[in-house]
């Protein structure tokens, strides 16, 4: 093979890869669009606005595809160990900024029903709780597109103090519906809101461990808190 041919394929395979990551890089920036879009929706009480975030969430799929269709492309041309865990972590990477972005389609979706009942002050919890796993996503995005474990880590660390809020929030929601009956239906869909903010965290977490992966491959993640308990919460 000609050096011209050779740098020619090396210049297409990087180009490749660029594309990828870039791609990727763009997928998740519009999924924290879509939770910040979410959140303030819950706030504003603007049903127009979160038919417009549950429908934009297509946009976030077909990416997903054609990063699919990239990773593809890359495998089939005969990857070397480093090459192949780019496109793994492309894989995971991308599937998790789906998920991320179909739960923040599933807070704008139950805002809509909470907009029919009367506002409750815990939305200012609710959207505290979302400002911390928006931070998590483009944090852990800048990490990504540097290949920084050492961010990646404290992105993972960080995840401690999303359970931390989201256990405050669902034992503030229960005490509310135990003292007013009233509130129980609007309280149980800022629950199932805020539980999916909370998942936002875990799958933030989860690109966090795919540039461990990607940079060190199979060596041994470090140990890290896991503080939400609200699954074990008693009444007050």
């Known amino acids: 093979m000609s050096t011209d041919m050779h740098d020619h394929i090396v210049k297409s395979h990087d180009e490749e890869h660029k594309r990828l990551l870039d791609e990727t890089l763009r997928m998740g920036e519009m999924a924290a669009s879509q939770l910040e879009a979410a959140l ?57 900024i789906e998920r991320i972005g179909d739960y923040a389609a599933n807070v704008a979706k139950r805002s809509t029903a909470l907009n029919l009942m009367p506002a409750l002050p815990h939305v200012a919890g609710l959207h505290a709780l979302g400002t911390l796993a928006v931070k998590q996503v483009r944090d852990v995005l800048a990490a990504y597109r540097d290949s920084d474990i050492e961010a990646a880590q ?42 999916n903010i909370e998942r936002i965290g875990d799958h933030a977490t989860n690109i966090a461990e795919n540039i461990w992966f990607l940079v060190r491959g199979e060596d041994e993640l470090p140990p890290r808190e896991k503080r939400d308990d609200s699954s074990t919460t008693t009444s007050p």
């Not at 929706?41 to 429908?55: L, N, P, S, T, Y």
């Not at 404290?154 to 509310?176: C, K, N, Q, S």
């Open 40 to 96: 303030d929706v819950v706030e504003r009480r603007d049903d127009k606005a979160a038919e417009r975030i549950i429908a934009n969430d297509e946009a976030i799929d077909a990416l997903e595809q054609e990063i699919s269709h990239d990773v593809m492309k890359l495998a089939l041309r005969g990857p070397l160990a480093r090459d192949l865990r780019e496109i793994l972590a492309a894989i995971r990477i991308a599937s998790d």
């Open 154 to 195: 404290r992105i993972r660390e960080r995840d401690a103090e999303i359970d931390v809020a989201y256990t405050g929030l669902f034992r503030e929601l229960l005490t509310y519906m135990m003292e007013d009956a009233r509130s129980i239906t609007a309280c149980t869909h800022l629950l199932f809101m805020a539980k």
